[in-house]
């Protein structure tokens, strides 16, 4: 007789922020976010970038025809903003649902932002309107000025930009993406509820070691870069903390084997298909699975204005070993945790 295996009913999460990439690729990837998550906030760093409502309305087309039969899933998607954006083409394309969110890349913070913004200062009248009709703005917050060192990136992005922006625009909504600092840490906490984050699975898991002890390991190389272990203890009391500005964004980022394992090795790492797992693996650890739920299904929805999800997600304590790699469309990609065992497994789904 074999015990009973210790289960876990959720709300339905989202992912609040994830990359798709097109093409071959997108079908590949698409079904490993679509059978866990009600909804995701899609990246627009696509080659060209996505900066119009009407490339935005084509993006979500081909994202829902590579949708698994049966999954019921909803992709929410962003603009990219450049210095050139028009503020009426965004503000209509999120009147119409279309754009649920805007995205901020500093130009040349990281992959496809060589049109991101240049100085904040030339989209002020944007963000102005974007406050004005309540369209959050999502965040890549890390300077991009040579002489800043990669690892002091984030930090100083708030003191140079991002603190004088919520001071100057306060009823603006602003996610801080993919936070990886105690200084984040420490910025959301002290701002108003207007300014919440989101925290990935690997900023959870690794610090700077990864990446480079033994050897370089490319798949552990994303942006913002790990850093040191006292930041990654500062990231895991916030997630696990019960404050509802904490919330779950993947940043899961396909890119293929090849791309990683190069001379000049893409950021990114590609952690949607045990998102969930590798989550809970963390909130475990903690001794907070309690705090999970507001984590993964509740606090997201809550700071962008959306209804909570219905529909339900059971994972159960089971150990499996992560494959070494997965169906990438044209090629394979490296998932994160390659390799190693996870403790849960999601195993059903309602919607
Ligand atoms: O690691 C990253 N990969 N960070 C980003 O900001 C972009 C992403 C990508 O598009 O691959
Ligand atoms: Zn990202």
Known sequence: MTAAP??????????????????????????????????????????????????AAAYRERILDAVPEGAQFTPLMTAYLTDQTD????????????????????AGATTNSAHGVTDVANIMAVLERMAAIGMPLCVHGEVT?????????????????????????????????????????????????????????????????AMLVGGMRPHMYCLPVAKREEHRLALRRAATSGSAKYFLGTDSAPHH?????????????FNAPFALESYLAVFEEESAIAQFEGFASENGPRIYGLPLNEGSVTLEKTTHIVPDEVDGGDARIVPFHAGETLNWRLVSVTD
């Open 257 to 269: 084997r090849a791309a990683k394992e190069s001379d000049c090795g893409c950021a990114g790492i």
């Open 6 to 55: 210790e289960s876990l009913t959720i709300r339905r999460p989202d992912d609040w922020h994830l990359h798709f990439r097109d093409g071959a690729t997108m079908r590949a990837v698409v079904p490993h976010t679509a059978t866990q998550f009600a909804r995701a906030i899609v990246m627009p760093n696509l080659s060209p970038p996505v900066t119009t409502s009407a490339q």
């Open 87 to 106: 503020a009426d083409d965004l503000a209509q394309g999120h009147a119409a649902g279309i754009f649920t969110a805007a995205k901020l890349y500093p």
């Open 145 to 209: 000025s040579a002489d800043i060192d990669i690892f002091d990136r984030e930090a100083v992005f708030i003191d140079r930009v991002l603190a004088p922006l919520v001071s100057k625009l306060p009823e603006l909504k602003v996610i801080f993406e993919h936070i990886t600092t105690s200084q984040a840490v420490q910025f959301v906490d002290g701002a108003s509820a207007n300014v919440a984050a989101t925290i990935t699975p690997q900023h959870l898991h690794i610090n700077r070691n």
